[in-house]
């Protein structure tokens, strides 16, 4: 079964600089988990994202033209941050996954996929 793991954290949370040793653990320890995922057969996709102010946000209500705003949807202390689409066994093996993600600190919205085009 296939699951998303969606990664929230606060944006305001700065990253060490490039080329600083700060920066190679800190990117070690993604490159690590992304090793582990691939590794164990769970690996289906991720990426992380530009931060929100990058976003553009296109809104469709019923029987209404779609409206399209500069920004995120809403404003929040976390930002969707990044994703990955694993495959698990179950949703307990999902969550064991999701606990282990190197945020430092934030939330991660585990959800099961209902259906993927490219997969069917």
Avoid: C
Avoid at 51 to 56: G, Q, S
Avoid at 65 to 78: L, Q, R
């Amino acid at each position: 079964m296939e699951y998303m793991i969606l990664l929230y954290s606060d944006e305001s949370f700065e990253m060490p600089a490039p080329d600083t040793a700060e920066f190679g653990e800190f990117m070690g320890e993604w490159m690590a988990y992304n090793q582990k995922l691939i590794d164990g057969g769970h690996w289906v996709a991720g990426a992380s994202l530009q931060p929100t102010a990058t976003a553009t946000t296109v809104t469709k209500t019923f029987g209404g033209a779609p409206s399209v705003t500069d920004g995120p949807y809403v404003e929040t202390k976390e930002q969707l941050g990044g994703y990955y689409l694993i495959s698990a066994k179950d949703l307990d093996e999902a969550i064991a996954l999701a606990k282990q993600v190197p945020i430092p600190a934030g939330s991660f919205e585990v959800r099961p996929v209902a259906f993927r085009p490219d997969a069917a």
